[in-house]
């Protein structure tokens, strides 16, 4: 005789003001998690209880920054889906954050067209100039750096993004002045 298990989904769901106390945003929130989770009733040609978790998980992390271990857990209730599976897609990708990054996000890369022309002494400049590591942000909030293996222009290396504005070959004496810049922007 085989038996079958019922596994549990844990410890009790958070509640969303756990996760927002904003009305409007968690309102927002909520829209987002119906538009990804394809109900019985939804007009959707998808299964029903089918969930488009990839696209959850971006929009949210788009809308807060970062996926905190309350909005995880709030997320895989809402999905019906385990923790850990949920987890794990987030934790799978580099540009989903699972913890608070800084306003702006500074990413050199260090693949072999960089290495070779320079991305060594790029990311001592800007070690020096945030004053954090990479992988770190400031103690303001305002700079997160990152080291990454390739960004796939290496037509412009040594090469840092800052945001999304990219930087091939910049001048190595101007880059302190260049980062501060982005200080009073938002």
């Not at 987002?32 to 089918?50: N, V």
């Amino acid at each position: 005789m085989q038996r079958t298990f019922r596994a549990t989904l844990g410890p009790p769901p958070f509640d969303l003001s756990q996760v927002e106390s904003d009305p409007k945003r968690a309102a927002k929130l909520e829209r987002i998690i119906g538009k990804h989770i394809h109900l019985p009733t939804a007009p959707h040609r998808r299964a029903p209880g089918a969930v488009d978790l990839m696209g959850l998980l971006t929009a949210v992390h788009a809308m807060y920054g970062c996926l905190t271990r309350p909005m995880v857990e709030h997320l895989s209730r809402m999905c019906e889906r385990y923790t850990g599976e949920v987890y794990g897609t987030a934790s799978f990708y580099a540009d989903i954050y699972l913890d608070p990054k800084g306003r702006h996000h500074i990413k050199v890369c260090t693949g072999t067209t960089c290495h070779v022309k320079g991305a060594d002494k790029l990311v001592r400049i800007c070690r020096r100039a945030l004053g954090v590591a990479p992988g770190e942000t400031d103690a303001e909030g305002e700079f997160t750096f990152f080291t990454t293996a390739c960004i796939g222009a290496c037509s412009l290396a040594p090469l840092m993004v800052v945001d999304s504005d990219m930087y091939g070959d910049p001048n190595m004496d101007q880059l302190p002045a260049l980062l501060e810049g982005y200080r009073d922007t938002p």
